[in-house]
Structures are given as structure tokens and as C-alpha cells.
């Protein structure tokens, strides 16, 4: 056990002195540095403060220690989250996930408030979030679409031929939700899933656009149709996983700002 030391990570300043003064680790650039030492206390002393606050709080002192620590996150993140430009703002979005995902691994996220989570899902933050992430996907899906090994034939699950973009894209789709999939957040989920839909709705319309374009005799022809059919099925499958279930239930049950949200920057 070590102990509640000088390092210790509740005590008042400890944050700030390491990275909200004049000082190298106070990077705007680099928000992994603090994310990182946040995880490193969590992993270091969560048993420390279970042992010395949990007769007092129960099952809560976990849960309360890692809330406080990635309060410290957000002290400092909420400032830096106005002062920069798109390309930084995307790789805080990556870190925050990375450390999320980081942290599903030491404690269980259902069972905790996500005090970071909660600064990048405010509305005006989580639009620039989305925003981004549409204009990324819609570059690499129209990126696959253009290249010329676009119609490169790949074996499908169901034992035929699909040009090599379908499967690109379909990759694309399932990165997208896996973005957020440990996040438990129904809302969260909900908008990443609008986006995933719009991916697949614009793939189609491709291949629809592409078939009326190709004549019954171009060999690539059957190769577009193959892809058509597909994709809905592909469609069909997922429509039974339960992590696209609960979406969808939240999905009718409330209504959200996803679609405004997901209209791209001019």
C-alpha cells in the first residue's frame, strides 16, 4: 500500500502545482500528460482511499475519489477547450476516449459520474465534437469512393464478391461506433449511431448512382449489386445486436439534437 504521502493526489494544490502554473507539463498541446498522471493516481491509490474512507462512505469512496480526480481534468480542460483550433480540439476528443476507455478497465464506469464526459457532451461542445467527426468520416468515405482500387474485388462473408470499397466502408462504420461504445451514455451512443446510419444511407446512394451509370455488360455491374445486397444485410444483422437495440429504444423514447448537430461546418 502506499500510503497517504506527499504524491498524494487529493491534496489541495497537488494538481495545480504539477499543471495549471508557469511550468513544462502545463502544455495546452499535450493533455495527455495530465490525463495520464490522473490515471496513474487512480491505479496507485483507489485501494489506498477504499481502505482509509470506505467505512465512512461505503461502496461510494471509489466512486467519489476517481469523480474528484477527473474534476481536476475538467478544472483545467474547460479553460484550454476555447482557446483551440479544430485539430487540437480532435485530439483532445481522442485522449478523452482513450482515457475513458483506460479507465473502463480499473473501475466500472456505470457506477461512477464522468465529470469529463459530461464537459464534452454540453451542447456547443458536443457539436463541435460531432461536427468533426462527420467532416472525418465523410472525407475518408469520399477518399474510398474516388480511389482507384475502389472496385477491387474482396470475398464477402456470404461467399461472394464485393468491391474493395463496401468493405472499407462498413470498416469505417464500425469504427465510428466504437469510438463510444464503452461510454455509458444512451444520448452519447445515440448520436454516433445517426452517424453511422448517415455513413451507410451515403454509401448506398453511391452505389445506386454507380449501378444507373454502369451497363449490364460492364463486369463491374454484378460486383455493385453484390454490394447493394450486402450492405442490407449487413444491416439486418447488426439490427439484432443489443448495443444497437438500446440505441434504438433510446432513440424513439427521447428526442435529441444529434441531427442538428451532424450538419457539417461550412
Given at each position: 500500500s502506499s500510503g497517504i504521502n506527499a504524491e498524494w493526489p487529493l491534496r489541495p494544490g497537488q494538481f495545480k502545482f504539477r499543471f495549471m502554473r508557469k511550468v513544462k507539463t502545463n502544455d495546452i498541446k499535450k493533455p495527455e500528460w495530465y490525463l495520464t498522471k490522473i490515471l496513474s493516481w487512480i491505479k496507485e491509490y483507489q485501494g489506498v482511499f477504499e481502505d482509509v474512507f470506505g467505512k465512512l462512505f461505503l461502496e461510494t469512496s471509489s466512486s467519489l475519489f476517481v469523480e474528484q480526480l477527473c474534476e481536476f481534468a475538467v478544472l483545467k480542460m474547460r479553460d484550454d477547450l476555447g482557446k483551440i483550433d479544430n485539430t487540437l480540439f480532435t485530439h483532445y476528443v481522442d485522449e478523452i476516449l482513450k482515457f475513458h476507455k483506460e479507465l473502463n478497465e480499473v473501475t466500472d464506469l456505470t457506477q461512477i459520474r464522468l465529470p469529463l464526459m459530461e464537459l464534452?457532451?454540453?451542447?456547443?461542445?458536443?457539436?463541435?465534437?460531432?461536427?468533426?467527426?462527420?467532416?472525418?468520416?465523410?472525407?475518408?468515405?469520399?477518399?474510398?469512393?474516388?480511389?482507384?482500387?475502389?472496385?477491387?474485388?474482396?470475398?464477402?462473408?456470404?461467399?461472394?464478391?464485393?468491391?474493395?470499397m463496401t468493405v472499407r466502408m462498413l470498416t469505417l462504420v464500425k469504427a465510428t461506433g466504437e469510438r463510444v461504445h464503452s461510454i455509458p451514455s444512451s444520448a452519447l451512443n445515440n448520436c454516433f449511431y445517426t452517424l453511422q446510419a448517415d455513413i451507410l444511407k451515403e454509401h448506398l446512394i453511391f452505389l445506386t448512382e454507380?449501378?444507373?451509370?454502369?451497363?449490364?455488360?460492364?463486369?463491374?455491374?454484378?460486383?455493385?449489386?453484390?454490394?447493394?445486397?450486402?450492405?442490407?444485410?449487413?444491416?439486418?444483422?447488426?439490427?439484432?445486436?443489443?448495443?444497437?437495440?438500446?440505441?434504438?429504444?433510446?432513440?424513439?423514447?427521447?428526442?435529441?439534437?444529434?441531427?442538428?448537430?451532424?450538419?457539417?461546418?461550412?
Open positions: 464534452f457532451t454540453r451542447e456547443l461542445t458536443l457539436k463541435r465534437w460531432l461536427q468533426l467527426e462527420t467532416i472525418s468520416a465523410f472525407e475518408f468515405l469520399t477518399n474510398i469512393q474516388s480511389d482507384n482500387d475502389k472496385f477491387d474485388r474482396r470475398n464477402s462473408s456470404y461467399n461472394y464478391e464485393i468491391p474493395l454507380s449501378v444507373k451509370k454502369l451497363g449490364y455488360n460492364d463486369e463491374k455491374y454484378l460486383l455493385v449489386i453484390n454490394s447493394v445486397v450486402y450492405v442490407l444485410m449487413v444491416i439486418e444483422e447488426w439490427s439484432f445486436d443489443t448495443h444497437f437495440i438500446k440505441i434504438s429504444r433510446f432513440k424513439k423514447e427521447k428526442s435529441t439534437d444529434c441531427d442538428s448537430a451532424l450538419i457539417p461546418l461550412l
